[in-house]
């Protein structure tokens, strides 16, 4: 038996698998801070893209807006905003004329009392801090029509301050190809017309994890963050510890590239042959807080499986299902036949297109699920639920009976793994 071990929540389980199976595991390139991460950042403050002079862009007047991810995001905000907000200060700024948003995207508003897991507490204390609600419509105001079709409707305080900056981590996405940079603003402060809109692109070819430069869908937040105007952005790249490997900060199209290059050098990983097994983790918490992020986990696992192969994936998901749109769309369906017809009927709605994200996949491989959800539950999603990874193994030989490869891929939403 060999010994392996996933994060899981808020912890690591272990677990063992006999060596009759060849197994591999596959990693981000193993990666550490070159120096300091605060000096990481200041230096990347110190160092704009594509802009000279930032300091012209401010006064004693100037309002800003800045946007930063909710709770599901890993973003080391402690570490990236004092640095941005004493540069800020030291252009003349004055803290009264700056406020933070919460890009909640669809997601349900963070309360009041939940600021203080994605910020600072000196920055909840002295701050206007406000969490966006999508549904808000006396809160959006109209930008226009996207060249794809999508209407855009922005939050109020972020249109009307006269600097928008967004604050965010660069990596792989399931669908947007990479995070970071304008999304953060295009989806997370934008009506829910407007993600609704976007979103339908990513059944389209080219929406996949690892590409920027022709995905429909990312572009299509491009062009939105153009018309919603986003001045600046900070990002970073990280490592698996969750340790700023590199900053990028300045003009938001030349923070994406930048980042994207360092990012793909981590997370991009070759196998020479597809495999039958892959056992999967998010990365443990915040990826795995609702099966709604974990999910991602499941299309990076099936980029290498064969076909037929199984998903086993170990995620947490405290917080449940993590879509309330989700679940009542699963209500009373049988089969993932049934997930398309009801689909196509209904037509498209963020929340249960992660129903069809999830059958685009289990149609081809079996999704076996260890997580903290009741089995009734997993079950009624038309995933197989157990109470172990020793279980998930016997069962996924009876869903595969010919099973010798097996991949082991510890961070799964941070990995691109490709065969080849």
Known sequence: MSSFSLHYGRKTIGFEISNKFKCITILPAEVFPSKHEIDIV??????????????????????????????????????????????????????????????????????????????????????????????????LVYKGITSRGTPVYVNKQFDEADIRIVIGNIEPHHFAGFSGGVKSASIGVCGRDTINANHTHLLEKGSVVGNFENNPLRQDIEEIGNMIDVTLALNVVMNVEKQILEAFWGNPENVMKQGIIASRKISMQSIPEPVDL??????????????????????????????????????????????????????????????????????????????????????????????????????????????????????????CPVIEKVAILPFAVSTIPCVG
């Open 42 to 139: 200041n230096e990347a403050l110190s160092c704009p893209l594509n802009i000279l002079e930032v300091e012209k862009l401010f006064s004693s007047n100037t309002t800003v807006a800045i946007v930063v991810n909710d709770k599901t995001r890993p973003v080391p905000n402690h570490l990236l905003l004092p640095p941005l907000l004493d540069r800020l200060l030291s252009f003349g700024v004055t803290k009264e004329n700056i406020q933070f948003i919460i890009g909640m995207g669809t997601h349900i508003p963070m309360k009041n009392d939940e600021f203080n897991i994605v910020l600072p507490e000196s920055i909840v204390n002295n701050y206007l801090v406000t969490a966006h609600n999508c549904d808000n419509k006396e809160n």
């Open 278 to 399: 892959v056992i999967a983790s998010a990365g443990g918490y915040p990826k795995d807080i609702n099966l709604y992020q974990a999910q991602k986990a499941m299309t990076h696992s099936s980029l290498i499986l064969k076909p037929g192969g199984v998903v086993l994936l170990a995620a947490a998901c405290e917080e449940g299902i993590g879509s309330q749109g989700y679940e009542k769309f699963m209500k009373d369906v049988t089969s993932f036949d049934e997930v398309f017809e009801k689909f196509n009927h209904e037509g498209f709605s963020v929340g249960p297109h992660k129903a069809v994200q999830i059958a685009r996949i289990a149609q081809e491989h079996p999704i076996i699920l260890l997580s903290d959800l009741p089995s009734k539950t997993v079950s009624s999603l038309l995933l197989h639920p157990v109470q172990s990874i020793e279980d998930g193994i016997k069962l996924a030989e009876q869903l």
